[in-house]
């Protein structure tokens, strides 16, 4: 696509325009809470007259869509939350700065889960987010808005948030690639925080090359986030045709639970034999600490947001509540009455875990858990390149589901979770469709700061589908 | 573990937030169930283990002490729900 811009056989203002007529077409997947059209369009022409004086950036052409928990200078942010209603950033993502250096049009703010919490959509306060295969079904979460609209062609690329799997999740669910890179490849700085140890900016894209030109962008060092790691960022769309045989593998587990909907087990055993027979290297190893990723999550989880989420206060902005009398009142109903249920269950158990009667039993026995199973995944990537298996355990549930029952809908990040608990970095790759017709998953993780790695062998799996 | 109303009035006080009557019930069986399967992990021996609190692989990075203004004064009030020309206000903390 590239080349034709810079060949002149298309515009960037068409582009930008062809995806504006797809969100107006779309409006009932309730995707976006913002368009920002004028400025697209105005920014369209400036970037054409760039390509044609030769002085385009890396990423000219490239229409991008932000979930609404990343901050845009002068743009409404409010993590699809009641409490920031009319809240717009005074600054912009280190992420989102570092897109439009390099000539990324920003076309609008995508609905989420309420604070980037949960695996459907349902919980934002604008509403559900539908999947575009199947109305009724939901797409995922928490960066429900984003998946469906790169499914549903409404930009190139989302930047989404990835906590426990909340760009892969819905990428499965929405038959698009999505990628968590390792934790601190890229700056937090400007993304809204839930729980800074897992946090990390993810990537939703149709095509391989894309996913690797927006990385090699965004990612690296950042004087705003001094957690970021320093590690130089390769050049990850250059490397992604080398060819090479992998080492790959796969936990019995993952495959033989019996929570997997079937059809996804025959997938990933398909796929495990193909590689085989292209000569690949294709081994089971033992994992005994999988079924301890999502318990360790929760505890981790919801005790850093609970301690994120008290600057949400109803004093220096936000909703603050009209009838307050003293100042714990203030606190108390402000947050109250625009918190939704999922994000005060969270800040309850998360207080619970850090409150000093329980701290050791919960917080600190995470915490050494932790360690063992980024230990033992470290060790598995010693020896192998790729570790594979199922991104979700079904296809993408109805809408309404899950609703009622929290612990349900924590299941639907089984497979997830283990990425951001050990750190590394995780993609989820489009593999078929079931017999209803809805996407497939399948979730690459690799060791930390192998990108790289991962997005070649992403492309290479790609390329070996079809047959399904 | 059993999340009881007193438990959770407590949580909730010291997360600044009401439960209201209505939603109580729900939300002490939720807190009880998912307390109850994340002491799964009790299950995994970590004697001797260290807790891992640090995610990053940075340590101490450091960069020149420069002054500079990122946002002003003005822009930091400007979405307050109330405010004076210098201060966040809120309602009297003292008699």
Not at chain 1, 89 to 98: F, K
Not at chain 1, 102 to 117: P, S, V
Not at chain 1, 285 to 314: H, K, Q, W
Not at chain 1, 337 to 360: H, M, N, P, Q
Request: proline share 4%.
């Amino acid at each position: 696509m590239q080349e034709d811009l810079l060949h002149g056989a298309i515009s960037c203002t068409a582009i930008v325009q062809y995806f504006l007529s797809n969100i107006q077409a779309q409006q009932h997947l309730n995707v976006f809470l913002s368009v920002y059209d004028k400025e697209a369009l105005t920014q369209a022409i400036v970037v054409d007259q760039k390509i044609k004086n030769g002085k385009a950036g890396k990423l000219a052409g490239l229409i991008v869509g932000i979930k609404d928990v990343l901050a845009y200078k002068d743009h409404p942010l409010q993590a699809a939350s009641k409490m920031l209603n009319g809240f717009y950033s005074q600054y912009t993502a280190t992420a989102v700065q570092r897109l439009l250096d390099e000539d990324a049009i920003i076309i609008g703010r995508q609905n989420c889960d309420e604070f980037a919490m949960g695996s459907s959509n349902e919980n934002s306060a604008f509403g559900s987010v539908l999947n575009a295969i199947d109305n009724n079904r939901v797409p995922g979460g928490s960066s429900g808005g984003s998946a469906v609209a790169v499914m549903a062609d409404m930009c190139h690329v989302s930047l989404g948030s990835d906590t426990g799997g909340s760009v892969r999740q819905p990428a499965a669910f929405c038959g698009v690639l999505g990628l968590k890179p390792t934790y601190s490849r890229i700056s937090r700085h400007g993304l809204v925080a839930f729980g800074s140890s897992f946090d990390c900016i993810g990537i939703f894209g149709n095509h391989v090359d894309d996913v690797a030109l927006v990385l090699e962008q965004i990612a690296g060092a950042d004087e705003f986030d001094s957690t970021v790691s320093q590690n130089v960022v390769s050049s990850y769309s250059n490397q992604l045709t080398e060819t090479q045989k992998f080492s790959i593998a796969y936990i019995p587990e993952t495959i033989e639970n019996p929570a997997l909907q079937p059809e996804i087990k025959a997938t990933i055993e398909k796929k495990l034999g193909q590689l085989k027979e292209a000569g690949h290297q294709v081994e089971p190893v033992n994992f005994p600490l999988m079924d301890y990723c999502l318990p360790t999550y929760y505890i981790l989880a919801t005790a850093e947001a609970s301690a994120n989420l008290s600057r949400y206060d109803g004093v220096r902005y936000g909703h603050r509540s009209a009838d307050a009398g003293d100042l714990t009142q203030l606190y108390k109903q402000s947050r109250t009455e625009c918190f939704g249920g999922e994000v005060k269950r969270r800040i309850l158990l998360g207080t619970y875990i850090l409150s000093a009667s329980y701290y050791d039993t919960y917080y600190a026995k995470a915490q050494k858990v932790r360690r063992l199973i980024r230990e033992q995944t470290k060790a598995l990537f010693q020896k192998y390149d790729i570790l594979i298996m199922p991104t979700t355990p079904t296809t993408a549930f109805p809408l309404g589901k899950n609703t009622d029952d929290p612990m349900a809908m924590y299941l639907a990040d089984i497979y997830s979770v283990h990425a951001n608990v050990a750190g590394i970095p995780g993609i989820s790759v489009p593999c078929g469709v079931d017999h209803q017709g809805l996407p497939i998953g399948l979730q690459l993780l690799a060791d930390d700061f192998e990108e790289g790695k991962l997005l070649a062998f992403a492309d290479f799996l790609m390329k070996l589908k079809g047959d399904v | 573990m059993k999340v009881d109303r007193e438990t959770l009035d407590k949580m909730a006080h010291l997360s600044r937030l009401h439960v209201e009557e209505k939603d109580a019930e729900k939300m002490m069986e939720d807190m009880s169930n998912i307390l109850n399967w994340v002491g799964k992990l009790n299950e995994v021996n970590t004697d001797g283990v260290e807790p891992l609190t640090n995610m990053s692989h940075e340590f101490n990075v450091m960069r020149e002490d420069v002054v500079k203004t990122d946002i002003s004064k003005e822009d930091a009030l400007k979405q307050a729900p109330s405010k004076d020309a210098d201060f966040f206000r809120v309602p009297k903390m003292l008699e």
